[in-house]
């Protein structure tokens, strides 16, 4: 029996069965065989969710073989590519095409069906989410039936499946929304606590996307600032680059983890250092060059969204939580704003959102900290990354959306039988 594992190390699968299709016919021929056995079935993206939500003990579905760019409208502005595409792949066949995503997250090594599946999401623009940019989109049922679903075409299926949590079918593609290729511009500023939350409302209406890292046990702050600019790009020079993205943000960071880790102590200080040695920068590329970069640290995350005006009053709780707890906590604090979007399991789902996301290194026990931050957040009306860990269930997620009864009326339409359930499904989602 074979063994998938997810990119933290913290959810193992050891699947009955596992196919790579490369077509929606042979997922539909695998789907009905799987069915036929009463299997379970799931199709991963590349694991970079920290729950398992990806987890099996049916038949995996590989996601390897059913990618690539297969239609670009001009005229609409809309590229659609086969489920298992990953994003870097996306991203540069856009550039090669003269488009780009309007947004997105800060890594692009995921697939798109499963980035939008659990509400992938990059800071401010007209649409963080990869789920909202999404204008269509076709899966294979329960039954093994093949859905298309639009605005205009199963508009009930199109407002729940752009982020379907892998319960509604297995994608096969998706169409995305477009545009020209422009030229983004990054500024990165040290900056204090104080600076950054005096001044929080400016910094989001004065830039198209914006979002700042808190040292945990110090005043210090990151912030990124990224603009639109005609200019042609100016990217940082190579070696530049290979210090602050390899050196400084994968090897420095990790070996300071790991001596963080043995000396848990040294932690503050350690934080006081990393803050210090932080230095403005400003340079610019293509957009998918400046919104992601490589993250080599593994680590495990939650990640919750809070309505946007309550934001800052539940990060100054998560701090004064902090500061008293005893905890020592090695990774920034990262904070984003998301525009309300229209999709019904969106964390962003009809309220501007301001997302907390916190981090400790993958060999570190997250328990305390993670359930402490999660109990203030909580009171917050928080709703929690659906790929990022969290405890919630489905009788306390229920009421935090709206529209939770749209999802469960599509969800029993495309699998009443249940083919698509796993574990986590069952506890999110109910039976
Ligand atoms: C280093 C790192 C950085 C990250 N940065 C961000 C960020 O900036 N913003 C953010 O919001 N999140 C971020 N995440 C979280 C990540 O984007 C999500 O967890 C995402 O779901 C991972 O995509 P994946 O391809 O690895 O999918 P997986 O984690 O493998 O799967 C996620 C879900 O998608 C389902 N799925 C996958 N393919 C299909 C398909 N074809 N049909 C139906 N269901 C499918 C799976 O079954 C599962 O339910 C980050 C994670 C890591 C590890």
Not at 59 to 88: E, Y
Not at 153 to 182: C, M, Q, Y
Not at 184 to 189: G, I, K, M, P, V
């Amino acid at each position: 029996m074979s063994s998938w594992q997810n990119w933290s190390g913290l959810a193992i699968a050891h699947p009955a069965q596992e196919l790579a299709p490369a077509t929606a016919a042979e997922v539909v021929d695998a789907v009905v065989a799987a069915r036929h056995q009463r299997l379970t079935v799931k199709m991963p993206g590349t694991g970079h969710s920290f729950t398992d939500i990806a987890v099996t003990d049916g038949l995996l579905l590989r996601p390897d073989r059913l990618r690539g760019v297969t239609a670009v409208d001009r005229d609409a502005m809309t590229v659609t590519a086969l489920a298992g595409t990953t994003l870097h792949e996306l991203n540069a066949t856009l550039e090669r095409l003269g488009l780009t995503l309007h947004n997105m997250g800060d890594i692009a090594d995921q697939t798109i069906a499963g980035a939008t599946s659990t509400g992938t999401h990059g800071t401010g623009g007209v649409k963080a989410s990869l789920s909202a940019q999404v204008a269509a989109l076709e899966l294979v049922a329960g039954d093994g039936s093949v859905v298309r679903a639009s605005a205009t075409e199963n508009p009930d299926v199109f407002a729940v499946a752009r982020l379907g949590l892998g319960a509604l079918g297995v994608l096969t593609s998706l169409t995305f929304e477009v545009e020209p290729v422009f030229t983004l511009e990054a500024q990165e500023s040290p900056r204090t606590w104080d600076q950054v939350l005096g001044t929080l409302d400016r910094l989001e209406a004065d830039n198209h996307h914006f979002e700042f890292y808190w040292f945990p046990h110090t005043d210090r702050c990151l912030v990124k600032e990224d603009n639109r600019v005609l200019d042609p790009t100016a990217p940082l020079g190579r070696v530049r680059r290979y210090v602050d993205d390899e050196l400084l943000s994968n090897t420095v960071f990790g070996l300071v983890n790991r001596l963080g880790n043995l000396r848990p102590a040294l932690i503050p200080r350690l934080n006081e250092l990393s803050g210090r040695a932080l230095s403005a920068r400003r340079y610019s590329d293509v957009p998918h060059r400046v919104f992601t970069s490589p993250r080599r640290v593994r680590f495990r995350e939650m990640e919750y969204a809070v309505p946007r005006e309550v934001g800052p009053q539940a990060l100054r709780d998560v701090r004064r939580l902090i500061d008293r707890s005893g905890w020592h906590i090695s990774f920034p604090v990262e904070v984003r704003v998301c525009p309300a979007d229209d999709v019904a399991l969106s964390t962003a789902s009809g309220r501007d959102s301001m997302y907390l996301a916190f981090h400790v290194n993958r060999q570190t026990d997250h328990a305390a900290y993670f359930s402490g931050v999660e109990d203030v957040l909580r009171g917050y009306d928080g709703r929690p990354h659906w790929g990022k860990l969290h405890t919630r269930t489905a009788t306390d997620l229920e009421p935090a959306y709206p529209r939770w009864a749209e999802f469960q009326a599509v969800r029993d339409r495309l699998d009443p039988d249940r083919v698509f359930a796993n574990a986590y499904l069952r506890r999110v989602l109910g039976d």
